[in-house]
């Protein structure tokens, strides 16, 4: 039997000459049927996953987004997002309660810019977070906490507020602190982290420097400064780092911070306005007392101590931490009273360390690479004065370099004109006291009709900041236009 040839196709070379190829006779590949009972299992795999997620959001977890921002800038509603045009640094405007009159103009925490129009800036939603239903059932809530609950004055939708006064206190709130019982209510340094407003941030300076706002220890208040001062040799400014070199040293040498205006080159109280709310008259603004400071050492050369000080307007409490060596005692020292010793390791050359200082409802607490290692409290009730220069740093016996600085305030709560304002509340036996954040823009116990939240009013208690948003670019044919997406940096567990 003789075969037949394979049929064959006529292709055109590229220099015009015919060929003749064989064409090749692909075999379909095989339909592939799945069997009834396996289709069967996808589908009940499908419904259980959705019905486990229905469950979880039923009884355990739900998100929750923020509309308002009365918890600024620890949580953040619909706002407006853009960066300060001199020093760079993230500005955030609030949506305005009464959205005709438009987004205010606002001012730079930062650097002091002003009249920063916020209406031409990308719009971001709310930030959005994660609630466990079921904490609160478990246990009471818990005074520093941030909870979720109805309101007892509006029922209508839930709102997200601090826990500052529990069941049976007498609060009130006096000199932007929460009094209870007649005693200060104090945070610890994992609170205070959690309730700190930006002041100053070293990273982000404008395009002369932070110059004018460091000087010598033992500087009168500049009247202006016209011109950037002279520093002493033994000090110097690297970049958006100060310098102090104090290997030779008899006596502490200290870099003193001070709240200089860049555009009126003149100091300025630290004040509790924030530009969430826009630019308000400083007149109308409250002085701000108690401070956490944040930094990076790094020591460069020798052996003695790393110094830092920090002011609440009535006295300065001393850090004294051993540095270079392989021995040394580290003291917190508050005006001349020694409040504790440690002896922790010192700090070494080559190294890099996360040190913070806080000052906050006259308790002083110091910690290194997160760990605290001081705290102190001192007894409350004095006149503070106000703060034009809250803090120091420096060395003995040692060249240091002190980067990342940076500068946070405490919650300055306003007393409001209602509830714990000039005379103790006394709460029921099953209520609490919650306050915004944002003290200067918040609806919550201070002027609720029902001042008191029943324990059970509580719906759960934020443990994840999950979704923050950003202002983003997002191009489509050829066209930009504005977005928003995951502020990733913002994501954090919130305790």
Not at 253 to 265: C, G, N, P, T
Request: aromatic content about 8%.
């Amino acid at each position: 039997m003789t075969e037949s040839p394979a049929p064959a196709v006529i292709v055109v070379s590229g220099a015009g000459v015919l060929s003749e190829q064989p064409v090749i006779q692909e075999t379909p590949a095989p339909t592939v049927e799945i069997p009834v009972t396996q289709k069967r299992r996808l589908v009940e795999s499908g419904v259980l996953f959705v019905s486990a997620i229905l469950l979880l959001r039923t009884v355990a977890v739900e998100p929750f987004g923020v509309p308002t921002g009365s918890m600024a800038p620890s949580l953040c509603g619909n706002h407006r997002a853009l960066s300060c045009p001199r020093c760079a640094y993230p500005i955030r405007g609030g949506e305005p309660t009464n959205k005709q009159n438009g987004y205010p103009d606002t001012h730079c925490p930062n650097c002091g810019a002003e009249s920063m129009e916020v209406s031409a800036a990308a719009e971001i939603a709310g930030d959005r977070l994660l609630v466990d239903k079921n904490v609160f059932r478990l246990r009471s809530p818990r005074r520093w906490e941030v909870a979720v609950f109805v309101c007892p004055s509006d029922k209508s939708k839930p709102y997200v507020k601090r826990i500052v006064a529990l069941p049976g206190e007498e609060v009130l709130l006096q000199h932007g602190d929460v009094w209870i019982n007649g005693e200060i209510a104090r945070k610890n340094l994992s609170q205070v982290r959690e309730c700190k407003i930006p002041v100053f941030e070293s990273d982000y300076a404008p395009p002369t420097g932070w110059g004018m706002r460091w000087y010598p220890d033992g500087t009168q208040a500049p009247i202006v400064a016209s011109e950037m001062p002279k520093l002493p040799d033994w000090m110097s400014l690297d970049g958006n780092a100060v310098v102090v070199n104090a290997e030779s040293a008899a006596a502490p040498r200290l870099a003193a911070y001070w709240q200089v205006s860049h555009d009126s080159r003149s100091p300025e109280v630290i004040r509790d306005g924030f530009e969430y709310n826009g630019h308000g008259s400083p007149a109308h603004d409250d002085a701000v007392r108690d401070f956490i400071l944040e930094c990076e050492v790094e020591i460069l050369g020798g052996v003695g101590s790393v110094f830092m000080k920090l002011t609440d307007g009535v006295e300065t409490a001393t850090a004294h931490m051993a540095a270079g060596g392989e021995f040394g005692e580290s003291k917190l020292l508050a005006g001349a009273i020694l409040a504790k010793t440690a002896n922790r390791p010192p700090f070494q050359a080559g190294r890099k360390y996360r040190v913070e200082m806080a000052f906050v409802d006259r308790r002083i607490s110091v910690a290194v690479e997160g760990k605290e290692y001081f705290s102190h409290d001192l007894p409350a009730g004095m006149k503070r004065e106000d703060v034009v220069s809250p803090f120091r740093l420096g060395a003995q016996g040692v060249s240091v370099r002190f980067d990342h600085i940076r500068l946070y305030r405490d919650i300055f709560y306003r007393a409001g004109e209602k509830s714990a304002a000039h005379t103790p509340l006394r709460l029921g036996e099953d209520e609490f006291f919650l306050l915004g954040d944002n003290s200067a823009n918040s609806d919550d116990s201070r002027s609720w009709k029902i001042p008191g939240v029943p324990e059970r009013n509580f719906l759960g208690k934020p443990f994840l900041l999950h979704q923050p948003s950003r202002p983003g670019l997002l191009t489509v044919g050829g066209k930009t236009m504005h977005s928003q997406s995951i502020d990733w940096g913002r994501i954090r567990w919130l305790r």
